[in-house]
């Protein structure tokens, strides 16, 4: 397995293009299965949850016409079988988002249940209550849920207990064939959704209100092909700002648009040490521009809220920062395993429940690393570069999951950083 291995100490100085975003060429992906006319997708990541969705459409009969760099033409054709198998939904959850498209194209689909993961239980309730309000039957035997339409999925009403961008993604799916209209309230407003959404209606969809909490979706009886281009990660944009905040320097982002641009800005307003600009439409900078006391708390929330992806990276971000920050996560019950690997650095942090108090250190040490979930790898690559002497880090393939080339885009900008292959 290959290690990635980091001397840190050096500021970030350069320019990164940012990637498509793996969170919304998900679902996107998963969409394709709604229609059987061509669909041409670009700026699609090279990522391993991308290869494993991309597994699991081919299992499905979905047919890649033709590949050049990020982009795909895809054309789906009526699968022999309609199972999304245990591999494929363990190594990624996002593989669930398979059911609506499954249901309302098709009427039946067995996809194996998620189960838990290392930030938490991730239950599928959510999924499974608006689909059967909307008329399917579920039975679920040997960790699969087979899932059954009479006829067809009837559109319906549907107010979410809770917000859930997967839930919120596979209702749209499976509504946008459904027979009449579905009104979704209390829906995720991801900025990945309304890319889904855009894709969607570019095909031929009939929605509004994407982006608000209600969204109104009129089913259609068929869906047409179209090229669509998936949005940049704003993920992936906060997690190298937030390394410059723990490295110092200054980063130019490209390829990002200017919503990214104000989402980042937003979030990060209460972090008067670093300073976004607009450069134009598709990029912008983010410097250190000052050393000195934080005394933060941030709490994750949905967007427009501080994002639980980029909650590890600001942990590691702050450990060097003078001062007391703490940070609620709210989002999953268990997203701190990266705190011991960092305490195992020199990092003073104490976790209180859903908290984590950081007390600023002025020093933290390289040491061996394991990375245990996606987030948690780039919150260890952003302490390896704060961090004085050498870090191994261990287990990246959860880095490959989701972000590309991170240690050749660091690289570029300074950081010693290099991937060993094992
Ligand atoms: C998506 C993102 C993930 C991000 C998360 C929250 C993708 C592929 N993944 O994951 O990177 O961290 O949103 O922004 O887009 N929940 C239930 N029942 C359900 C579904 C969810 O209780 O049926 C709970 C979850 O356990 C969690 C919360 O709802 O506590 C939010 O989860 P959700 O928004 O569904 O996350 P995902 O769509 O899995």
């Known amino acids: 397995m290959d290690v990635i291995e980091i001397f840190g100490g050096k500021p970030l100085k350069g320019k990164i293009r940012i990637s498509g975003s793996k969170n919304s060429a998900l679902p996107i992906l998963a969409s394709t299965l709604l229609t059987n006319s061509i669909v041409r997708l670009t700026n699609i990541p090279s990522l391993s949850d991308i290869f494993s969705m991309i597994d699991l459409l081919k299992s499905l009969n979905v047919k890649i016409l033709k590949k050049k760099n990020s982009c795909?033409?895809?054309?789906?054709?009526?699968?022999?079988?309609?199972?999304?198998?245990?591999?494929?939904?363990?190594k990624m959850r996002a593989s669930f988002l398979i059911l609506g498209p499954l249901l309302s194209r098709y009427g039946y689909a067995k996809v194996s249940l998620p189960g838990g993961c290392a930030i938490g239980t991730r239950p599928v309730d959510l999924h499974l209550d608006c689909l059967k309000k909307m008329g399917a039957s579920f039975k679920i035997k040997n960790g699969y849920v087979h899932g059954s339409v009479k006829s067809k999925l009837k559109g319906t009403s549907i107010n979410f207990k809770k917000k859930?961008?997967?839930?919120?993604?596979?209702?749209?799916?499976?509504?946008?064939?459904?027979?009449?209209?579905?009104?979704?309230?209390?829906?995720?407003?991801e900025p990945e959704i309304n890319d889904l959404c855009n894709f969607l209606i570019k095909i031929g969809a009939k929605i509004k209100g994407h982006g608000t909490e209600v969204i109104t979706i009129d089913g259609v009886k068929k869906l047409n092909g179209g090229e669509f281009e998936v949005m940049p990660d704003r993920i992936e944009a906060g997690t190298f700002a937030l390394s410059v905040l723990g490295c110092s320097g200054k980063l130019i982002l490209s390829g990002v648009n200017t919503e990214i641009y104000k989402h980042l800005k937003n979030i990060l307003r209460p972090i008067s040490l670093l300073k976004l600009k607009k450069i134009d439409n598709k990029?912008?900078?983010?410097?250190?521009v000052k050393n000195g006391c934080l005394n933060l708390k941030i709490t994750t929330k949905e967007y427009p809220g501080f994002p639980t992806d980029l909650q590890a990276q600001l942990t590691s971000a702050l450990l060097k920062i003078k001062g007391l920050n703490e940070i609620n996560e709210k989002i999953f019950e268990n997203r701190f395993m990266h705190v011991s690997e960092l305490r195992r650095m020199g990092a003073k942090i104490k976790k209180k429940g859903s908290k984590v108090e950081i007390s600023g250190v002025?020093?933290?040490?390289?040491?061996?690393?394991?990375?245990?979930?996606?987030?948690?790898?780039?919150?260890?690559?952003?302490?390896?570069?704060?961090?004085?002497?050498?870090?191994?880090?261990?287990?990246?393939?959860?880095?490959?999951?989701?972000?590309?080339?991170?240690?050749?885009k660091l690289k570029a900008c300074g950081a010693k950083i290099n991937r060993i292959k094992k």
Do not use: W
Not at 368 to 381: E, F, G, V
């Open 72 to 90: 795909y033409t895809f054309k789906s054709n009526k699968p022999k079988s309609l199972i999304a198998p245990y591999e494929l939904v363990r």
């Open 164 to 189: 859930s961008v997967g839930a919120t993604e596979n209702l749209i799916m499976a509504a946008t064939l459904a027979e009449g209209q579905t009104i979704i309230y209390n829906a995720a407003q």
């Open 283 to 288: 990029s912008f900078s983010i410097e250190k």
């Open 362 to 408: 002025k020093e933290i040490y390289g040491a061996q690393l394991m990375a245990t979930d996606l987030r948690a790898s780039s919150c260890l690559i952003i302490a390896g570069l704060m961090a004085k002497g050498k870090t191994i880090i261990n287990r990246v393939y959860h880095l490959d999951r989701g972000y590309e080339n991170i240690e050749k």
